[in-house]
Nanobody, 115 residues
């Protein structure tokens, strides 16, 4: 079964940037056929949608990240995060779903924003 793998997390100071990547475990995984969504979940909080990109390239962002985060897609799906704030500290995970309802997800990558 295809799975997703997130990478790019780490420790960054407030105001810094990180670029997360969501890749398929199989080289044949084609993100062009999936709506791919980045979620994050902080300790003690519910999971929230951060950004999403459709097969047609349409994008959606949480209000809290609009203007600072950018989702994009090539052979993987990326989340460029700029001007990071401490409240962005969370586990970030990606999820991909196609029109047939097949859904794949990864284990997540930790992002910590702290001075």
């Amino acid at each position: 079964q295809a799975r997703l793998m997130e990478s790019g997390g780490g420790l960054v100071q407030p105001g810094g940037s990180l670029r997360l990547a969501c890749a398929g475990s199989a080289s044949s995984f084609n993100f062009n056929f999936y709506t791919t969504t980045w979620y994050r979940q902080a300790i003690g909080k519910q999971r929230e949608l951060v950004a999403s990109i459709t097969p047609g390239g349409g994008t959606t962002y949480a209000a809290s990240v609009t203007g600072r985060f950018t989702i994009s897609r090539e052979n993987a799906v990326y989340l460029q995060m700029n001007d990071l704030k401490p409240d962005a500290t969370a586990v970030y995970s990606c999820d991909a779903e196609n029109l047939a309802g097949f859904n794949y997800w990864g284990q997540g990558t930790q992002v910590t924003v702290s001075s």
